[in-house]
């Protein structure tokens, strides 16, 4: 089992930058790939980014540019960062992280609320 709790969101006006934590526990070995998603109200869960074990990443393409994922893998250690910079009100939405695990596991966080002002 793998544990996913997540941090740093909050409230920014308009071409602010948050950085979101989500921090692994319990079975972190077994965890692969991490992804940044997020849902605003109304509309589906859409993935924002990801991130290999090894390090390589993918993004929403409306996203390039604006957001960088990131990830350490220290001793004992996984946790997965998400810098959003230029923050747009379209950016408002809850973000959630998810760990793969060991086929055919997935695991999520709880969600932490973005909230960007215009």
């Known amino acids: 089992q793998v544990q996913l709790v997540e941090s740093g969101g909050g409230w920014v006006q308009a071409g602010g930058s948050l950085r979101l934590s989500c921090a692994a526990s319990g079975s972190i070995d077994s965890i692969s790939a991490m992804y940044w998603y997020r849902q605003a109200p109304g509309k589906q869960r859409e993935l924002v980014a990801s991130i290999g074990s090894g390090g390589s990443t993918n993004y929403a393409a409306s996203l390039k540019g604006r957001f960088t994922i990131s990830r350490d893998n220290a001793r004992n250690k996984n946790t997965v960062y998400l810098q959003m910079n230029s923050l747009k009100p379209e950016d408002t939405a809850v973000y959630y992280c998810?760990?793969?695990?060991?086929?055919?596991?997935?695991?999520w966080g709880q969600g932490t609320q973005v909230t960007v002002s215009s």
């Open positions: 998810k760990a793969s695990g060991r086929y055919p596991y997935e695991y």
